[in-house]
């Protein structure tokens, strides 16, 4: 069963940078998702496994960036030019292990079978 740890988030003001780090215990497809107060959790970025190939939202193409770290398993979020819409918790999610990726398949949240515990990510105006 894949597990996951989460660290990063924090409190930035708007233009700022922060950076999201999750790590799986085993090699897999990520996704980054995020959800607002009031809100359905929405999809935010995913990467395969090795990190060949990425899928952005729109709401934040070019400013957000997802790298993987191959070795560690790990897959990391640069966020930058952020902005006050962007305050939310974020969690980064495990796709099931050996599921080929693709852009649709990660948008889906019921693809995911292991979710990190979530980070606040904070953007003041």
């Known amino acids: 069963q894949v597990q996951l740890g989460e660290t990063g988030g924090g409190l930035v003001q708007a233009g700022g940078s922060l950076r999201l780090s999750c790590t799986t215990s085993g090699r897999t497809f990520m996704g980054w998702f995020r959800q607002a107060p009031g809100k359905d959790r929405e999809f935010v970025a995913a990467?395969?496994?090795?990190?060949?190939?990425?899928t952005y939202a729109d709401s934040v193409k070019g400013r957000f960036t997802i790298s993987s770290d191959g070795a560690k398993n790990s897959k990391y979020l640069q966020m930058n030019s952020l902005k006050p819409e962007d305050t939310a918790v974020y969690y980064c999610?495990?796709?099931?292990?050996?599921?080929?990726?693709?852009?649709?398949?990660?948008?889906?949240?019921?693809?995911?079978?292991?979710w990190g515990q979530g980070t606040q990510v904070t953007v003041s105006s």
């Open positions: 999610a495990a796709g099931p292990i050996g599921k080929v990726f693709s852009a649709a398949r990660a948008r889906d949240i019921t693809t995911y079978v292991a």
């Open positions: 990467s395969s496994a090795i990190g060949l190939t990425t």
